[in-house]
Structure formats: C-alpha cells, structure tokens
C-alpha cells in the first residue's frame, strides 16, 4: 500500500461492509471495553454497530499519522498499513455520551476486494 488516501477508502469500506462491517476488536481493547464502567453497558459489539452505522450515515474517520515511537518500535514487525497510521471517529450517540464515543482504529487487512478493521479503543469524548 502506497497511499494513505487509498488506506482511509480502505478503512470506510471495511466499515460500511455487509450487515456489521469487516471489524474486529483487538483483544485487550475488548477487554478494557468490556471492563469499562463509562461506556455505561455498550458492548463491543455495540460499539462495532455504533461504528458501522456511524459510516453507513455518512460520517467519516479522521486518519492519523503514528508518532509514540514507543509504539512503532514494539510494532516494527507488523505491516506499514498498520503501523503507521490510526484512525479515528467521536460518534454521535445522543442520551448516553454527551460529547459522542470516541473508536480508534487501525487497518488491519488491506485487501483492496475485502479489507478488515480493528478496533483498538473506545471510550466516551471527554
């Protein structure tokens, strides 16, 4: 992957696919959501629905380029699609998060015909 504009097409594609989107969770991620008393009952899978909806309305992620280079150097081995750039979303969710939910994701297949996501935070906007 070449492209960090082609890399965000990517993301929202993943995103917006089938009836959940191609997104899975981190496995720590998972847990600190599940763990979460601010997130006040959403459920990751909730939360993956939330995130699904979000770009199906329209909305759009914000993409980040990685600079803790703590991070990229624990990360050294893992393909420059992930490594290098995050993105980000603060959701609308009216009644439960004042300021929205903040879903961090990174790419985590960039197969141009079936591109995966996965979600590695979520926590309401402070």
Request: proline share 8%.
């Amino acid at each position: 992957m070449n492209s960090s504009r082609l890399a965000i097409d990517l993301v929202h594609h993943a995103i917006a696919a089938g009836i959940f989107g191609q997104i899975q969770w981190d496995d720590r991620a998972d847990q600190r959501a599940r763990s979460n008393p601010d997130l006040q009952g959403l459920t990751p899978g909730g939360i993956r629905r939330q995130l699904h909806d979000f770009i199906c309305g329209g909305g759009r992620l914000d993409e980040r380029p990685e600079a803790r280079s703590d991070w990229l150097e624990a990360n050294a081995g893992r393909p420059a699609y992930y490594r290098d750039f995050w993105y980000r979303a603060v959701v609308p969710v009216p009644g439960l998060f004042p300021k929205g939910l903040f879903i961090e994701v990174r790419l985590f297949d960039d197969d141009p015909q079936d591109p995966w996501v996965e979600i590695v935070n979520a926590h309401p906007q402070v």
